[in-house]
């Protein structure tokens, strides 16, 4: 089963999720100043520190993805804070679902646990797309995946696919006006700047697809 994403992988997608806002925080503060009240970097950053603390210590994430998602989701929802903490770890809740006791999945269980998780953040924030939230990126990542596995891409082939979909949500959340959070009290001078979430959402699925995808490939080969 050399195609199967482990959960060495997984752990490395987190770990990878949290430098990538660290180097981001700038980006995700300024991003929040503009519609915002500024408090979005610093929020993750608090929350992603806390999670690369608990990823040194494998027995405090446990030997499972499900395990380990729930602990990461715990650690998000207690230490992000804001709209953005709840909502990323009702992610990892619900995807957690699908993937008790297991160590490895296939892409077919990837894109599925990605739909789960999407749901998570939809039944929580109650969000839809074009609301000019995280739902901006994460809705078109989840759906490029199922694409690309039902046209039989390879996994490094079907997380490009999210990537550049979440990429294009993200970018697209500037021409929309907000309508959840603190952003949709500006009213239309929402407009013309990107949303913070979708920003780290993106980061999300980026650092899955170098963490899921590319060495999923390198293993194959
Ligand atoms: N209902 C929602 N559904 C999905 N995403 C949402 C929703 N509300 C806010 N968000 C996302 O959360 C991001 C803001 O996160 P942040 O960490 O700054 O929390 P916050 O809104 O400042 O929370 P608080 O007001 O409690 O401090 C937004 O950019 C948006 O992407
Ligand atoms: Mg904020």
Redesign the pocket.
Known sequence: MSQDITLAQFRRWLSLFAEQVQEQVDLLTEL?AAI??A??GA??QRGMRKVQERLQDPTATGGDIGSLFRSIAMTLIST??????P?FGAFFLRAAKDVDGTDAVSLEQLAAMFRSGLEG?QQ????QIE?????DALQPAVEALEAAVAEGLDAAAALDRALEAARRGMLHTAELQAS????SYLGPRSIGHQ????TS?FYLIQSAAAALGRQAQAEES
């Open positions: 929040d915002g009240d408090d979005h929020n993750m992000v804070g804001g709209a953005a903490g909502l953040v929580r924030g109650k969000a609301e000019k939230t995280m739902i959840k959070g603190r952003a949303d913070p979430g979708a959402a």
